[in-house]
């Protein structure tokens, strides 16, 4: 990065930051609804290097491309939010960043649903907090990272990938109470063998449907008069007239339901229990909540005919990528029969 920097700014770096991506093993489009994810970090992470400037500048290697931005103005609606709302957050709670350069390195795949935007909140946070010697927590890190996509970025997502990249270990995975934004970690068994997918197709266009599914789920809760559908069972959700807020509420309280269990599968080291537990989450997500494409459900069920324990979409959906858990002796038989049927798909991390 320090080479980098001073070619491209012409002085050395003042301070730097790091975040990686993320896989969320199961439990999705439950955090908005204060319910339970299982994300793991990824190995492949986003760096930030910066230097005090004349005003805010940024560069990234990815798009080759330099801007120039005002946290304090409006949102310019491009990729330069998610580093000037993270900055707007600092700056809101009185810590005091000046103008800076900054230079961004990744090798999280944008589009991709494995949290690249996340992962740069969090790295530029962690630049910033850096340079002016103030300190954070990583909980509040996460906090922070979520209110700039909530509030500069526009999209209403939930604490899942946040806390994920600022909280998270390598090699274990985190039990995330969005409750309370509590997480556990629970070591990973070395039987599980994690292969995360990209389907070839990127999710696009996706943060309307993304907004949407919110409103819906919070929309229920109304109904059901509780505060969020963590509150509510199966039997309740039955009870629910409009079809449409039944099936998202239905995905949120069994997906929170699959998740402890899954906790349970870990810790047992059963691959078979948690194998099914991804199963059931991609049909739910595909049935009740309706975030999968083709794309998806193929390569899904091209995984489990090649031999899978389980695989299921991640993240959002609408596109990007799959999780698969495979036997480890057998994950390079299992990549060459998913890649002949899905020609299109490529590995982000396995
Ligand atoms: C996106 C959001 C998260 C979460 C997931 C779905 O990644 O940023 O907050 O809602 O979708 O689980």
Known sequence: MNDAFQRIFARPVEAVGQAPGRVNLIGDHTDYAEGFCLPIPLTLKTDVALARAERFGVFSLANDEMCVFDPLGAARGD????????????IDRSIDIPPVDILIRSSIPQGAGVSSSAALEVAVIRACLSLVGADMTDGDIARAAQMAENNYCGVQCGILDQMACAVGRPGEALLLDCRTNEGRSVAVPSHFHFMVVHCGQDRK??????????????????????????????????QLNDSEQRQRARHVVSENARVLKAIDA???GDA??????????????????????AALDRLMESSMAAGAYGARLTGAGFGGCI???VAPDRAAAWWAKVLAENPKSWIVQG
Do not use: K
């Open 205 to 238: 266009l996706a943060d309307g449907a993304y907004n949407a599914r919110r409103r819906a789920v919070e929309h229920a809760a109304r109904q059901l008069g509780v505060l969020t559908l963590r509150d509510a069972s199966i039997e309740m959700v039955d």
């Open 272 to 293: 078979d229990g948690f194998g099914h537990l991804m199963y059931d989450s991609h049909r739910s997500l595909v049935d009740d909540f309706e975030v999968s494409v």
């Open 323 to 325: 999780v698969a858990l």
């Open 266 to 268: 870990l810790e047992r």
């Open 79 to 90: 990729w330069t939010d998610y580093v000037a709302g993270p900055i707007r957050q600092l």
